[in-house]
Structures are given as structure tokens and as C-alpha cells.
């Protein structure tokens, strides 16, 4: 069954720090996506960055880079320097290719950035 | 591009009505999905449309909610009648078929008093 896990309800780092928001994921479909998802304070979803179960290298867009190891099922997100803009809520996302298309969401973690 | 729109931003309604909420996904996308998110359930699928059809409803909570796609441009979500746990913000998204990544509305958030 298609699963989304994150075990950090809540994190912190320093302003300039980089920092790890972990992610699992279990499927038995071959063929799948990876997302991860930003929702400030003010409820928009933001899609940050993608990565595909048969792309050989991780995934980067700017600050954000996809810690993709797919023996382990993880797929964590790593933001390099934080900024105060960062502090926000952070979902790790699955759409597996025999679904249709299902996409499904982890919990969450909040991410607070500390001056 | 307008972006994915979903109307009303805000609804307010009284135990036993009947709400509706409207989406309006990006052209040329052909799945649609609705969400609903609160604090103790976070971000849970509802249900999803593929070229207006959907594939899979197994998260609509019970019969009391219901989801039409009449064409590619228009979504509905449908509670009735309306009870206070259902009280939420419902978003809908939509994106291109295939391992893509969808695109979220400000979303709707429902109260139900």
C-alpha cells in the first residue's frame, strides 16, 4: 500500500544553517514521483522540488536538494542556508504510476528557523 | 495562468446545510484532486479525477460527501448535510496526468457552527 511517513512533527535551525527534513515512503509500484511541498503561515501549498523513482541523480532547485536513496525508501529534503522565510510547515508527497496518478501526503513537519 | 481557483475562500454555514465548494483547475490539467487538512488529520485525499472521472474515492469520509467533475474546467465538493466536525480547509489541486506534480488553490476553509 502506498505510504507516506514523517517522523519529525517539529524542527529547528539557525539562520545560514542547512537542515534535514526527513521523509519515507513505501510502495510496490516501480513507477513513482516524490514531492515535497511548502505551507507557510498564510495556508498556500507550495511544490518545491520533484524527484522521479528512475531519475539516477537527486534532485536540486536552488537552496533545496532532494536526498534521494531508494534501497532505504527515503527521499529527505535538505535546505541549505536558511533564511527566516524558510519557517514554514514541509510535506513530503508520493503519486505512484499504477494508481492513476494518487497522490498522497506524509504528516508534515514544522520547520522554524531561529535568527 | 490564473492558477487553480476555488470559491468561496471562506464559508461559514449552520449544522444540516448543505455547503458546496467549487474548483476551477488549470487548463489543460487533467486530474483534479480535493483535499482536506486540519490539525489532527493533517492533509487527507478525498478523492481524484482523471479526465473528469474519478478513479478513486475511497477517502471520502461517508455518504454525506460527494464530488462531481462535469467537464475539464469545473469541480464540485458536496456536504450534506453539513455537521460541525466537518469543519476543515478544503483544497483542491490539479495537474497534468502522469508522475507531475499538482498545483494547489488557496483553498476553502469551512465552518461549520
Known amino acids: 500500500a502506498q505510504k507516506i511517513t514523517q517522523t519529525q512533527p517539529g524542527m529547528f535551525v539557525q539562520e545560514k544553517e542547512a537542515v534535514t527534513l526527513d521523509c519515507t515512503y513505501d510502495t510496490s509500484d516501480p513507477s513513482y514521483g516524490l514531492f515535497w511541498y511548502k505551507q507557510p503561515s498564510s495556508g498556500e501549498m507550495i511544490f518545491l522540488i520533484y524527484q522521479g523513482s528512475y531519475d539516477q541523480q537527486n534532485a536540486t532547485e536552488g537552496r533545496y536538494s532532494l536526498n534521494f536513496q531508494k534501497a532505504r525508501k527515503s527521499a529527505n529534503l535538505v535546505i541549505s542556508a536558511s533564511q527566516l522565510g524558510d519557517s514554514a510547515m514541509y510535506f513530503c508527497a508520493m503519486r505512484e504510476g499504477n494508481q492513476g496518478g494518487k497522490l498522497i501526503f506524509g504528516q508534515g513537519t514544522e520547520l522554524s528557523v531561529k535568527p | 495562468d490564473a492558477g487553480v481557483i476555488q470559491s468561496p475562500r471562506h464559508e461559514v454555514t449552520e449544522m444540516g446545510q448543505e455547503v458546496t465548494l467549487r474548483c476551477k483547475p488549470i487548463s489543460g490539467h487533467n486530474s483534479l484532486f480535493w483535499y482536506r487538512q486540519t490539525m489532527m488529520r493533517g492533509l487527507e485525499l478525498l478523492i481524484y479525477f482523471n479526465n473528469n472521472v474519478p478513479i478513486d474515492d475511497s477517502g471520502m469520509p461517508e455518504d454525506r460527501f460527494s464530488a462531481k467533475m462535469p467537464n475539464a474546467s469545473f469541480s464540485t465538493l458536496k456536504i450534506q448535510p453539513s455537521e460541525p466536525r466537518d469543519s476543515a480547509v478544503y483544497f483542491c489541486?490539479?495537474?497534468?496526468?502522469?508522475?507531475?506534480?499538482?498545483?494547489f488553490g488557496q483553498g476553502t476553509r469551512l465552518t461549520v457552527v
Open positions: 489541486a490539479s495537474s497534468k496526468q502522469g508522475l507531475t506534480e499538482a498545483f
